[in-house]
């Protein structure tokens, strides 16, 4: 098994920034990418970043630009930087591992952007 916890969400400013972190540990085997999903209410997950084994990075539309997503292999960490963010970014916020033996999910850190 594989456990993640998030840690960093919170209440945010618009215009602000956040930076959410994500720890893996247990039986990790060969992770083939690492990422950040979100759930707004009333709506599905979307993927917001990933980060692929080499380094290959992808993000959604709506924050390429403003988040940057990256990784401490040694630490099996990985970091979501969130810069101007916008009220739209209010969403819980899910770490998500990839492995040879399967998808793991964090439990999730709520983020609300506020005025």
């Known amino acids: 098994q594989v456990q993640l916890v998030e840690s960093g969400g919170g209440w945010v400013q618009v215009g602000g920034s956040l930076k959410l972190s994500c720890v893996a540990s247990g039986s990790i085997f060969s992770i083939n990418a690492m990422g950040w999903y979100r759930q707004a209410p009333g709506k599905q997950r979307e993927l917001v970043a990933r980060?692929?084994?080499?380094?290959?990075?992808n993000y959604v539309d709506s924050v390429k630009g403003r988040f940057t997503i990256s990784r401490d292999s040694a630490k099996n960490t990985v970091y979501l930087y969130m810069n101007s963010v916008k009220f739209e970014d209010t969403a819980v916020y899910y770490c998500n591992v990839d492995t040879a033996l399967g998808d793991y999910w964090g439990q999730g850190t709520q983020v609300t952007v506020s005025s």
């Open positions: 980060i692929r084994r080499g380094g290959w990075t």
